[in-house]
């Protein structure tokens, strides 16, 4: 079973930031939280991940709490090709493990 | 990222006969190949999971017998649905992980498979 929660849907105004929301207050100390999305029709797409710190890529930014047991991930400049489904997945570094996906929140953002 | 294909990417066939996808990992040798499935409006399901030169291991309720998985090369991998019947109709996806890719996963592009 997948160890995080997120809420089913969100919408967002396009030009705006999208924050979504993730629950995962079982994580371990070696889990890492990673973040996917799936545009309709395609292979999940790698956005970010991240341990403790926030981080910050050329996609989106990733703000973890002090005690991980939530995270948020920010779109800065939401677009309509932003809509798609967000998968916020906990797991190991390294290793052979597959990630495991639950029912993620699906962003719509409206012109 | 890596660079993962899959083909073909849409493939719609009869009841009865079998199927053949192929997942190539462009550039990076993949020691691992996960094969997930994915039906109209649900998750990410894993099916199997195979290393370079061995046989996979299935998950829970997918019959290997019914989906072969070959993974002889560590750039090619494939996902035989044989016998395939509607109830097959799925969206297919592999992920190669290998050396150097281990903390990322990347997946390919997915194959629609629609048997009639």
């Known amino acids: 079973d997948a160890k995080t929660t997120q809420p089913p849907s969100m919408d967002c105004a396009e030009g705006r930031a999208a924050n979504l929301p993730c629950n995962h207050s079982t994580i371990s100390g070696n889990e890492y939280v990673y973040w996917y999305r799936q545009i309709h029709s395609q292979g999940p797409q790698y956005i970010i991940h991240?341990?403790?710190n926030n981080e910050t890529n050329e996609m989106a930014s990733l703000i973890i709490t002090e005690d991980r047991k939530s995270s948020t991930l920010i779109l800065p400049h939401a677009t309509l090709r932003d809509t798609a489904v967000y998968y916020c997945i906990v797991r190991i570094y390294s290793g052979n493990t597959p990630l495991v996906f639950g029912k993620g929140t699906r962003l719509s953002v409206i012109a | 990222g890596a660079v993962v294909s899959q083909h073909p990417s849409r493939v719609i066939c009869k009841s009865g006969t079998s199927v053949k996808i192929e997942c190539r990992s462009l550039?990076?040798?993949?020691?691992?190949m996960f094969w997930y499935r994915q039906f109209p409006k649900q998750s990410l399901m894993l099916m199997a999971t195979?290393?370079?030169?061995?046989?996979?291991?299935?998950e829970q309720g997918v019959e290997k017998d019914k989906f072969l998985i070959n993974h002889a090369s560590l750039t090619l991998s494939t996902l035989t649905v044989t016998s395939a019947h509607p109830e097959d109709s799925s969206f297919y996806i592999c992920s190669p992980l290998g050396a150097g890719f281990t903390d990322t996963q990347y997946f390919g592009p997915g194959t629609r498979l629609t048997v009639l």
């Open positions: 991240g341990l403790k």
């Open positions: 195979s290393n370079e030169g061995s046989k996979a291991t299935y």
């Open positions: 550039d990076f040798q993949a020691t691992t």
